[in-house]
């Protein structure tokens, strides 16, 4: 097998059905019928540029063929519709040859960008579609602040709730410094059970976090120490107000054992 058409080979064919329909175009103003040597020249390049097509294999065209009922009553020219059929026909292969051109276009450039780092964590198919991270029904996603008192009242009560219930979890306790910090902190919160925003300070991380989840309508436990100010409307059942780490952890597996009944 020979090498592939590429761009430019395609782009010189597209410039020659591109002359060949302005020639049938200068004709037929001109002229009131389409003579059989005319018709033929015009018949013998688009062929031969479909031979070539075909040959590459890249692209299938059809070949245009005259039969007896394109032929006027002398015979001695082309009927008028059948000429109008050999024109949408090269019009139609300009379009077809333009897209391809196109796509090779896109190609290249990707392939001049290299990989992106983010694709290690959206990993894709033979096919080149992206593969969703597998569900992890018994992870849960747990956003925190960084700082003593959050790590505390994580090792002291959130976990210790998780770990009653049987689920381990992925823990979101780091500014996102980058991309590739953020496409990870969304194929684990999409992955993920449920997701638990700890949003006492309100830092950054966390409120990214809560608004994913909340975005992609993540089941989303809020937790917050006693003596802030709530977030208003997000002060419902899944909003955990604590003082220490005993009763966060005691309200939190009230909670997750209801979640996993239901």
Request: charged share 20%; aromatic share 8%; glycine share 6%.
């Amino acid at each position: 097998m020979g090498k592939a058409m590429d761009i430019t080979e395609f782009t010189q064919l597209v410039d020659e059905f591109n002359y060949l329909l302005a020639r049938t175009s200068k004709y037929l103003k001109n002229n009131q019928y389409v003579y059989l040597r005319a018709f033929a020249s015009w018949l013998d390049c688009y062929n031969q540029a479909a031979e070539r097509l075909n040959s590459d294999k890249t692209i299938r065209v059809p070949v245009f063929k005259l039969t007896p009922v394109d032929y006027s009553p002398s015979g001695k020219s082309i009927k008028q519709e059948s000429v109008a059929k050999f024109v949408k026909t090269v019009s139609h292969q300009v379009g077809r040859l333009e897209d391809k051109i196109n796509e090779l276009k896109l190609d290249a450039a990707g392939k001049l960008a290299g990989k992106s780092p983010l694709e290690r964590f959206f990993h894709r198919g033979s096919d080149g579609a992206p593969i969703e991270p597998p569900a992890a029904d018994k992870r849960v996603f747990v956003a925190m602040p960084a700082g003593e008192t959050a790590s505390n009242s994580f090792w002291q009560g959130i976990q210790p709730a998780l770990e009653t219930q049987g689920l381990s979890f992925f823990l979101a306790d780091r500014p996102v410094s980058d991309d590739a910090a953020l496409c990870e902190l969304c194929q684990e919160l999409h992955s993920c059970r449920l997701a638990i925003c700890n949003i006492s300070g309100q830092a950054a991380n966390v409120m990214l976090a809560l608004g994913l989840a909340y975005g992609t309508g993540k089941s989303t436990i809020i937790l917050q120490q006693q003596d802030e100010v709530t977030l208003g409307a997000l002060a419902n059942n899944g909003y955990v107000r604590y003082s220490g780490s005993a009763e966060l952890k005691t309200a939190l597996n009230s909670i997750l054992a209801q979640h996993l009944k239901n």
